[in-house]
């Protein structure tokens, strides 16, 4: 492990060109951030602001740390997930002089530590993938919100959903912006990069052929969907799960069948959890499995698949390829667990795709930028959470479909003025 104190500490700063290798090529797909860098380098509109990052250190993510800094940010980083950073990524951001405290394989215990870390600098500013830094603040440093800390953002669909609860029961110490529900974010990264992602990750993981493979999708939400739709491209024969009847009743009009998942248990060959709550799969699914299963995770949080539950029907385990754990039930069948049910998607794979990232990240930065730019005025934002400006979203999409050399129409004053008429019909 290489540290200096106080600055950063990453597993080999000698990874440091290979990251820096990585970071480029993220950059040569993310215009839309590389076109934000540009814009706010020469104005630095972050000076004086100390923004800590709490987010899968990708090469993704290194673009949006490095887009901060250019626009004039102290920027301190970890990572969201013991499983997901990049040891590359990181070892190249402490080089370029970023604080950081990420390695990939932590434990629990060293998490926080790393996001202590990150306290150290007293940041205004927080940016969250699934709300652990907000949490940290909220139950150790509680007089933050007071003293320092002016807003922050949140990321993804679970940090949103708790911090909606948090903001319900009065107690959120300060406005949090739902990057998440930005539609350039969802419409996007959580169909279109989970879907691939997902998939990315279990190919990696296991190298099976997908077609003519029942694969059972845990929730229909947009990560689901996602993945259901990646996946019937690939010849697979989708099954879904799901509690929601709305949800439910699209996946069937998308073609998929839709069944519980006591019954889909036993026909599945590959499972992905994607709902955003525990115990999906649990003890008497892991009883009904073929023997082969492979099961995996694509939520937030490694609770969707019972690992205890897995273990007690289980009397050996062996590691058969990486990230990918056989193991052998008391009945004698074997199942395939990858990535320790953590997210599959980052711990076997690379997360998603720059091309969306570029998107969601435009957000996180133009969100960062409305916090800070509120202060400036003495302006405070209320402690709920808050959704993005629909202006920023079709900002974001206009500029990304022209960096894909894309045109689009325009509404003429005429058809502005058909639209908002209400005194005309048939
Ligand atoms: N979440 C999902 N994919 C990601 C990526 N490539 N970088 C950062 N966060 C992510």
Redesign the pocket.
Known sequence: MDQKVGKYKVRDLKMAKEGTRLIEWAESRMPVLMALQEKYKKTKPFKGYRIAGC??V????AVLVKTFVAAGADVSWSGCNPL?TNDAVAAALAAQGVSIFAWHGMNVKEFYWCIEQTLKFHPNLTLD?GADLIFTIHKSHPEFAQKFVIGGTE??TTGVHRLRAMAADGALRYPVIAVNDAETKWDF?NVY??GQ?TLDGILRATSVLLAGKNIVVAGFGHCGRGVAQRAKGLGANVIVTEVKPTAALKATLEGFRVMKMDDAAKVGDIFVTATGVKDVIVKRHFQSMKDGAIVSNTGHYDCEINLPDLLSVTKGKREIRENNEEYVTKDGRRIYLLAQGR?V??AAA?????EV?DM?FANQFMSQLRLAELHKKGVRLENTVHDIPEAQDQEIARVKLGTNGIKIDKLTPDQLKYIEDYSSGT
């Open positions: 987010l899968h990708t090469k993704e993510t997901s993938d990321e993804t990264d990069g989970t992602s997210l998607n980052l690379e997360g998603h795709p720059s990232m969601s």
